[in-house]
């Protein structure tokens, strides 16, 4: 079974700061990784459902890098809003996987 | 638009069968592009794939609850349904259903369980 490691666990960024979240899968997964957002006590949203590839309406501050094992997520920018709890999962076979998710705080 | 919506018993005895179902509406089950999911999130802590199933009756778990898990879809329902058995308090959890797309893109509200005598 494919294993996702996401790091950091969690990070502390200023207002307009780029951060980046890093997500190691334990084999080659192509460029089928996901990424998602979860607010405290909200469902998780889907950001990304391919390596690059932003779902609509996720502002353009939000990028994904990686193909093969390594995959990265980098917020631009970052906004207050922007803090949650991020997690990948690797899409490209069953049985599927979630990363241990990264929590940002944005101070 | 698509919403999914999770229902069941919030509480649930440990050695029991928890019985969870997931109606669809705004969109058919039976989308060839589509397989739908079940995610459980232990209280502060991650999101756990547990299982998917595809609208002909294909379906994968996780390794580890592979010998406790049953997945299955009614189509004429629009709905799709998780049974986990011999429970433990390890169980507990918001129990998410989703549809899986490239990515799990439509969320149900979630449905905590909390597995206690």
């Known amino acids: 079974d494919v294993q996702m490691t996401q790091s950091p666990i969690s990070l502390s960024a200023s207002v307009g700061d780029r951060v980046t979240i890093t997500c190691r899968a334990s084999e080659d997964i192509n460029v089928w990784v996901a990424w998602y957002q979860q607010k405290s006590g909200q469902v998780p949203k889907l950001l990304m459902h391919i390596a690059f590839g932003l779902e609509r309406g996720v502002p353009s501050r939000f990028s994904g890098t990686g193909s093969g094992t390594d995959f990265t997520l980098t917020i631009s920018n970052l906004q207050p809003e922007d803090s949650a709890t991020y997690y990948c999962q690797q899409a490209n076979m069953f049985p599927l996987a979630f990363g241990g998710g990264t929590k940002v705080e944005v101070k | 638009q698509l919403q999914l919506q999770e229902s069941g018993p919030g509480l649930v005895e440990p050695s029991e069968t928890l019985s969870l179902t997931c109606t669809v509406s705004g969109g058919p089950l039976d989308d060839s592009e589509s397989h739908w999911g079940w995610i459980r999130q232990p209280p502060g802590k991650g999101l756990e794939w547990i299982g998917s199933?595809?609208?002909?009756?294909?379906?994968h778990s996780k390794s580890s609850l592979k010998s406790r898990i049953s997945l299955s879809v009614d189509t004429s329902k629009n709905q799709f349904s998780l049974k986990l058995r011999s429970l433990s308090a390890a169980d507990t959890a918001i129990y998410y259903c989703a549809r899986l797309n490239q990515g799990f893109d439509f969320w149900g509200p979630g449905i905590p369980v909390t597995v206690s005598s």
């Open positions: 199933i595809f609208h002909l009756g294909g379906s």
